[in-house]
């Protein structure tokens, strides 16, 4: 499977606790996992209101879709690789 980068840009994000972008995360995450799909880890910034999501997927469409299921807005998803 291919890795996905969600990208979400939000006021809405900006006005989250901490709790509640974990509990976004991992109600995503179960989502996700219900459509073969494994979201592995997510970095989020509450001050500047911005989130990105690391998916492994087949595809950026069963990303969106993920999303969708669950009513996270979603502003991109783009095909990533990693380095380490």
């Known amino acids: ?3 996905f980068l969600g990208v979400h840009k939000s006021t809405d994000i900006g006005v989250m606790t901490d709790q ?4 976004g995360f991992n109600k995503y995450k179960e989502a996700a996992s219900k459509m073969g799909l494994n979201a592995t880890h997510a970095h989020y910034s509450l001050e500047k209101g911005f989130a990105y999501c690391i998916t492994e997927a087949e595809s950026a469409d069963k990303v969106r879709e993920a999303h969708a299921s669950v009513d996270i807005p979603l502003e991109d998803v783009i095909e990533v690789k990693t380095v380490s």
Do not use: F, G, H, K
């Not at 509640?20 to 509990?23: F, L």
């Open 1 to 3: 499977m291919a890795q």
């Open 20 to 23: 509640q972008a974990v509990d």
